[in-house]
T-cell receptor, first 109, second 113 residues
Framework: GQNIDQPTEMTATEGAIVQINCTYQ??????LFWYQQHAGEAPTFLSY??LDGLEEKGRFSSFLSRSKGYSYLLLKELQMKDSASYLC??????????WGAGTKLIIKP | NAGVTQTPKFRILKIGQSMTLQCTQD?????MYWYRQDPGMGLKLIYY???????DKGEVPNGYNVSRSTTEDFPLRLELAAPSQTSVYFC????????????FGQGTRLTVV
């Protein structure tokens, strides 16, 4: 079967750095997305990786290793507004999106 | 630019009732999707469409129907509502398939009692 694993919940301190991991086992791979979802709101796009390596976008970076079936989202200089769920989603060989259950990130002052 | 607009935001249905969730996008996207999101679970694809007049089943289509008469609109119909359909529903669109960034509507929180 197809599986996306993410930690259920993480806690971090304002101003710090946090890394949210995502491991996947899917039938093929055609890219990996990270979305942010604030409570009661719609998911919004953060990043897309299709090749190995690190993609940096401001305070957020996303890393991919296809050989390890692994990605992480790195958030720097955490702000209270970063409290949200972070969803990992993989595009499989049929170009279908497989979604993880999401990681709820709690930021403490 | 409105993006993806979903209505209603909240709805309570009685078992056996029917309703239509409306979804409209103004980005001229070919692809549109309906997902449901249950607590502690990933988004599950209900139906999708790759263009006007074309729809296909996703992972969890039972109990739902869709139509796509125009590029802009993609309504989701629930027939004979059941408690298992209590969920948050999201409509989304993308320019060219699930390998591209999706834009989501604000969601509909549906409770079936």
């Amino acid at each position: 079967g197809q599986n996306i694993d993410q930690p259920t919940e993480m806690t971090a301190t304002e101003g710090a750095i946090v890394q949210i991991n995502c491991t996947y086992q899917t039938s093929g791979f055609n890219g990996l997305f990270w979305y942010q979802q604030h409570a009661g709101e719609a998911p919004t796009f953060l990043s897309y990786n299709v090749l190995d390596g690190l993609e940096e976008k401001g305070r957020f970076s996303s890393f991919l290793s296809r050989s390890k079936g692994y990605s992480y989202l790195l958030l720097k200089e955490l702000q209270m507004k970063d409290s949200a769920s972070y969803l990992c989603a993989v595009v499989d060989s049929n170009y279908q999106l497989i979604w993880g259950a999401g990681t709820k990130l709690i930021i403490k002052p | 630019n409105a993006g993806v607009t979903q209505t209603p935001k909240f709805r309570i249905l009685k078992i056996g009732q029917s309703m239509t969730l409306q979804c409209t996008q103004d980005m001229n996207h070919n692809y549109m999707y309906w997902y449901r999101q249950d607590p502690g679970m990933g988004l599950k694809l209900i139906y999708y469409s790759v263009g006007a007049g074309i729809t296909d089943k996703g992972e969890v289509p039972n109990g739902y129907n869709v139509s796509r008469s125009t590029t802009e609109d993609f309504p989701l119909r629930l027939e004979l509502a059941a408690p298992s359909q209590t969920s948050v529903y999201f409509c989304a669109s993308s320019l060219s398939g699930e390998g591209t960034e999706a834009f989501f509507g604000q969601g509909t929180r549906l409770t079936v009692v």
